[in-house]
């Protein structure tokens, strides 16, 4: 059973913000999140505000200049789905189609998806851990062979979205709307890590909603892909992925972005990949000394050092792909 | 239960189409999909499971399109087309699905069925002629324990040619396993 809450139906933006300012105020978009969360006490809502009705935020259009608005309500299986994605960001619909399972795919939101709270089993469980207020970490003792091996310091989750990584990526921002106006925040900028802040995910203040993800226009020469590997076939969240948005010329890297999910409490930008491939032809050797400089600073935890060769063995043959692509 | 605040209504109200019936209904808003079909419509068919999106016996159709029951709330439902596993069936004839899941032993103990049949259902409304995988992965948000799925994707199978009017009969195989 779930907690009491009162719950508003917003039927504005200007609304939704407005009822969001309280403490203990929670947006409800699809709820496949949100609902585990309150039914499992991980925090509490004295009211949810449904943003579902609101006019604007649904679907996925392109832009004068040639970008991608996807509304921040669009579900994941419109977005896995639109023909527009597939065919220019097939990294994106790839990393969609990859999200749990059929139902929760026509259930989540693509903003949902970026906002959605760690799925750490002691943050999630009846422990009082560091991100909830309290003064330990039960990952750093204790089960952690799902948990991060880059980017922890006091608290070591992995963030769990799979679309976030493929976004960011491809230099994706969203738009938020809040009490003190609009913003647009660059996914680069939009992830906070523990060292920074170890009670929240993403640098939303209180009453911010997301209500669009966008994301630029594909260059010529870009490839991208998102390659997901878990414990199961029928559907899990990613025991290590790579997303790869790449710019190539006769051949050869230009630019572009090498991005890990299930590696750290942020989808994880490997710079160090990068600086290996940008100017190189994917050649096995190139594959190869991007992917082990990926893990160059990784440091396990006692049950998660298999992440290691895994994350060498998925960069280095997803980048092989591409290359050959 | 319910707070005596005034942005706290003890209960909800909520119109749907279910199963092809204008219903009202009143509820507290914490309440989801799933309890409200079970506690307050006293539609039992739709399963009640793991409630956190795990297991897929509380799937219904919502507006057409499968979900889970579980991580829907009652309240966001206004004016929604709900179809439970109870509206399959039309009167006394089993719809094809619940009659070859019958007879090829695709439900066991029974318990994740109604999800599946649903899952099912949505499956072949938007493909008539799936493919063993397209079923795997139209079914990979459902959990059996019991008949190890291989029966289920054959039913669905075997259904789709129904449906589709193609003479088809169950393999040997199947019904009676191999030789
Ligand atoms: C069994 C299971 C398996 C899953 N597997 C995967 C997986 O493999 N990969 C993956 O990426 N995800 C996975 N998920 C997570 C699921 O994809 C996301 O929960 C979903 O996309 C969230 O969208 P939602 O609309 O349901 O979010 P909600 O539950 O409504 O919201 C999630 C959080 O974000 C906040 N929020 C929602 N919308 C906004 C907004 N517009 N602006 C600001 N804040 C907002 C809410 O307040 C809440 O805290 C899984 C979930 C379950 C239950
Ligand atoms: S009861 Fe809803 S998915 Fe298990
Ligand atoms: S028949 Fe028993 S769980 Fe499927």
Known sequence: ?325 | MASRRPDHPATAQIRLDLNGEQTTVAFAPHKTLLEVLREDLGLTGTKHGCELGECGTCTVLLDGRPVLSCLVLGVACDGAEVRTVEGMADGPRLHPLQETFADLGAAQCGYCTPGFLLASKALLAANARPSRDEIKEALAGNLCRCTGYLKIYEAVELAAAKMRGDEAEPSEETLYGRP
């Not at chain 1, 594909?218 to 992925?241: E, M, Q």
């Open chain 1, 1 to 325: 059973m779930l907690p009491t809450f009162a719950y508003i139906r917003a039927q504005s933006l200007d609304e939704a913000v407005r009822q969001l300012a309280a403490d203990g105020a929670r947006i409800h978009a699809g709820g496949t999140d949100l609902l585990g969360c309150l039914r499992d006490r991980v925090f509490h809502a004295d009211k949810l505000v449904s943003i579902t009705a609101l006019p604007g935020l649904r679907g996925i259009a392109t832009g004068r200049d040639g970008a991608l608005r996807i509304g921040a309500l669009t579900t994941v299986a419109e977005v896995a789905g639109n023909p527009t994605v597939r065919e220019r960001y097939p990294g994106l619909a790839q990393a969609a189609s990859e999200v749990a399972s059929p139902q929760l795919r026509n259930q989540g939101t693509i903003g949902g998806n970026l906002c959605q709270r760690p799925r750490c089993w002691y943050f999630r469980g009846e422990f009082h851990c560091l991100r909830k207020g309290g003064t330990t970490c039960y990952a750093l003792a204790g089960e952690n062979q799902y948990h991060c091996i880059l980017g922890g310091s006091r608290c070591y989750i992995v963030h769990p979205s799979d679309t976030a990584p493929t976004l960011l990526a491809l230099g994706a921002s969203v738009e938020v709307a809040g009490p003190k106006g609009r913003r647009t925040v660059s996914l680069d900028e939009f992830y906070v890590l523990p060292s920074a802040d170890i009670q929240r995910e993403t640098v939303l203040a209180q009453g911010e909603v997301v209500t669009h993800a966008v994301v630029p226009r594909p260059g010529t020469g870009i490839r991208s892909s998102y390659r997901k590997v878990r414990a199961r076939g029928s559907w899990d969240f990613a025991l290590a992925g790579v997303a790869l948005a790449l710019r190539f010329d006769a051949g050869r890297v230009v630019d572009g972005r090498v991005v890990l999910s299930g590696a750290a409490p942020v989808p994880w930008r490997s710079r160090e990949a990068e600086s290996v491939i940008v100017g190189s032809r994917l050649e096995p050797d190139v594959c190869r000394r991007a992917a082990v400089a990926a893990m160059a600073s990784a440091v396990p935890l006692k049950r998660n050092g298999y992440k290691v060769p895994l994350f060498t063995g998925v960069i280095e043959e997803e980048l092989g792909k591409l290359g050959r692509a």
